[in-house]
Structures are given as structure tokens and as C-alpha cells.
Nanobody, 115 residues
Framework: QVQLVESGGGLVQAGGSLRLSCAAS????????MGWYRQAPGKKRELVAV???????NYADSVKGRFTISRDNAKNTVYLQVNSVKPEDTAVYYC?????????WGQGTQVTVSS
């Protein structure tokens, strides 16, 4: 129904920045929420940031002031600007979307922060 493809992950030094992108395709009408989750080894997948179709945003406390989520509805793309990264930000980052009663996930992109 909905396919999500992430890009922009990689290796970055502590204090540096990355920009993650997620492009949605398929049956993309009526998508109400898009966002980002992350999962570090041995830990549960956790919410990072979400943005609604109306533009409202929500962030995990651990990333507030450092990460910014944005969207381009014309391109069906959501972005995550990742600034002032810390080693604890190292994780696989997954794009997420909700359409009607269904949830969709991307394949994940690795972000590794060196110190």
C-alpha cells in the first residue's frame, strides 16, 4: 500500500550533523502521520519525532532542541535534521507513516556517531 525509503544515514563525529530523508510511494493519499523511530542494539524501538498532515510536531525528550522534523507534501517526503549528535544517538533510524488504520515502516538507515 505504502512504501517508505530512507536515505542519509552514515558515520558522523560527535557534534556533527546529518539530514535523513524518507520518500513515500504507492497509495499515499490520506496519510495522516509521518515520523521517525530509532532502535539501538539491545534496546526497544523508540519514537524520535512525528509530524501530522496539519504540521504539528512532537519530539522525544532526548532529541528536543537538536533534531528537527519537516515535510514536503508535494514530494511525499519527510526529513529529519539531526544536529549536535551524541554517541547515544547511534541507532538504526526507521521512517514511519500511518494511513487510515494501517502503519508502515521503512527498511531503516544506520546512523553511527563516533567520539
Amino acid at each position: 500500500q505504502v512504501q517508505l525509503v530512507e536515505s542519509g544515514g552514515g558515520l558522523v563525529q560527535a557534534g556533527g550533523s546529518l539530514r535523513l530523508s524518507c520518500a513515500a510511494s504507492g497509495i499515499i493519499s490520506s496519510i495522516t502521520v509521518m515520523g521517525w523511530y530509532r532502535q539501538a542494539p539491545g534496546k526497544k524501538r523508540e519514537l524520535v519525532a512525528v509530524i501530522t498532515s496539519g504540521g504539528s510536531t512532537n519530539y522525544a525528550d532526548s532529541v528536543k532542541g537538536r533534531f528537527t522534523i519537516s515535510r514536503d507534501n508535494a514530494k511525499n517526503t519527510v526529513y529529519l535534521q539531526v544536529n549536535s549528535v551524541k554517541p547515544e544517538d547511534t541507532a538504526v533510524y526507521y521512517c514511519y507513516s500511518r494511513r487510515l488504520f494501517n502503519d508502515y515502516w521503512g527498511q531503516g538507515t544506520q546512523v553511527t556517531v563516533s567520539s
